[in-house]
């Protein structure tokens, strides 16, 4: 399996992928909810906290929904579908992301699909690992709910 971030160094890549380096400072939102764009991070350094909104603006509650750092990606869901982003990522810590257009990623797979396997792979896989997350997080709410009746 590969890290995406070597991609960065791979020279089909750089010439087929815009992508541009983007310093931010601790509280800087990378990403807004709700926005549009196919575009794909890769934390180069520094940690970020994933997160959503919820409840009306009075009493609005943002939980966290994960803490990424270097060598994480974010994005890649609107990537695909280019639908609206689920989430809001916000730097943790001062850090570099490289934002990678989502669009020209997927002609860099379809145009070189051994290395577009891999990519697929490595997005999967880290997929499966956040549907895992999920699942353990909802089971201990629907516990808690279940406990509570």
Excluded: W
Excluded at 97 to 105: E, I, N, P, T
């Amino acid at each position: 399996m590969i890290n995406l971030i070597h991609l960065l160094d791979d020279p089909d890549f750089i010439q087929s992928v815009p992508y541009s380096k983007i310093k931010y400072q601790p509280n800087d939102v990378i990403l807004k909810e709700n926005e549009v764009s196919q575009d794909v991070y890769f934390i180069l350094d520094g940690q970020v906290q994933v997160s959503t909104h919820l409840g009306d603006e009075a009493g609005k509650l943002v939980p966290g929904l994960a803490r990424l750092s270097k060598d994480d990606f974010f994005g890649e869901l609107s990537m695909f579908d280019g639908e609206p982003r689920s989430a809001e990522v916000i730097a943790l810590t001062a850090c570099e992301v490289a934002k990678v257009d989502g669009s020209s990623m997927l002609g860099f797979m379809e145009k070189y699909p051994d290395k577009g396997y891999f990519v697929l792979r490595e997005l999967f896989m880290n997929l499966v690992m956040r549907m895992r997350q999920n699942n353990i997080r909802t089971k201990t709410v629907l516990d808690l709910y279940l406990n509570e009746q």
